[in-house]
Nanobody, 124 residues
Framework: QVQLVESGGGLVQAGGSLRLSCAAS????????MGWFRQAPGKERDFVAA????????YYADSMKGRFTISRDNAKNTVYLQMNSLSPEDTALYYC?????????????????WGQGTQVTVSS
């Protein structure tokens, strides 16, 4: 009952920047948190960043701090992920997720809805 659509992925050179967008539709009133996760081939899905919808608190994986910034637009039910200083290590399929009441805002299994993913590829 919640649909998430990511956009903004693509191919970028190392050191470049991208901004991902995730627009939520449907029963968006039920969303309490939105986050970003990423998964590289053969790897587990890793937490990237999340934002609490009510308080606006932001959470980041340690490796993302200082480079990535999550933000929100409440009126548009949209979250953004600004990614700077990208490196090939950031190459992955990036997923947007929405949670009704996640027990842990950093745990992907606690989220209820997922987007289709947007590919980010960083070349050297």
């Amino acid at each position: 009952q919640v649909q998430l659509v990511e956009s903004g992925g693509g191919l970028v050179q190392a050191g470049g920047s991208l901004r991902l967008s995730c627009a939520a539709s449907g029963r968006t009133f039920s969303i309490n948190a939105m986050g970003w996760f990423r998964q590289a081939p053969g790897k587990e899905r890793d937490f990237v960043a999340a934002i609490n919808w009510s308080g606006g608190s932001r959470y980041y994986a340690d490796s993302m701090k200082g480079r990535f910034t999550i933000s929100r637009d409440n009126a548009k039910n949209t979250v953004y992920l600004q990614m700077n200083s990208l490196s090939p290590e950031d190459t992955a399929l990036y997923y947007c997720a929405a949670g009704i009441g996640p027990r842990s805002i950093t745990r992907y299994r606690d989220y209820d809805y997922w987007g289709q993913g947007t590919q980010v590829t960083v070349s050297s």
